[in-house]
């Protein structure tokens, strides 16, 4: 499988030095080996779901009871939790960490992926939720720390773009 089992093992592992334990997801290819140690791994708990907005409120709950999560999706699914985002992680303050899949960028091959990463980032600037690019395997630890600090700092989401460099080898 072309999917980066070396990026994203430093991506789990970053994860988890940032206190995460709870991780919410939809499968999805260039997540499959996240999901994967997610489910292997007794300190972590994954909460597998049918729709990207239910992982708002799994977020949200881990946060009311003193526990850092996760948000792991791609990008349509991310256009798809808007709603759970917008009326509820920013009116309530909720820090919610998103790790998406850069879907749709140069080198895609899946014509399906092409539209909605051609708009998650200026959906992102529109909402004005901060986001990072997660480009090169030097990247990840820091910007998942700095990512989980703001997210809690401002009480509000914060998004991580996976780029396609990162996460797939050709």
Not at 12 to 26: E, G, M, P, Q
Not at 29 to 47: C, F, G
Not at 64 to 93: D, E, P, T
Not at 105 to 115: K, L, T
Request: aromatic share 6%.
């Amino acid at each position: 499988m072309p999917v980066s089992a070396t990026s994203s093992t430093l991506i789990y592992r970053a994860l988890k030095d940032a206190d995460v334990r709870i991780v919410s997801a939809l499968p999805e290819t260039w997540l499959v080996h996240l999901i994967r140690m997610a489910e292997d791994d007794e300190e972590m708990t994954l909460v597998r779901l049918a729709k990207e907005e239910e992982g708002v409120g799994i977020s949200t709950g881990a946060h009311l009871a003193g526990m850092k999560s996760a948000m792991l999706m791609q990008n349509h699914g991310f256009l798809a939790a808007i709603n759970g985002i917008v009326s509820c992680g920013q009116l309530y303050r909720i820090p919610l960490l998103m790790l998406i899949s850069q879907r749709g960028s140069f080198g895609e091959r899946d014509p399906w992926q092409c539209e909605g990463g051609g708009v998650t980032e200026h959906v992102l600037e529109a909402l004005r939720i901060p986001f990072d690019k997660l480009e090169a395997p030097e990247h990840v630890a820091k910007r998942i720390a700095k990512a989980q600090t703001l997210a809690y700092s401002a009480g509000r989401p914060v998004a991580l773009l996976l780029s396609r460099d990162l996460m797939w080898e050709d």
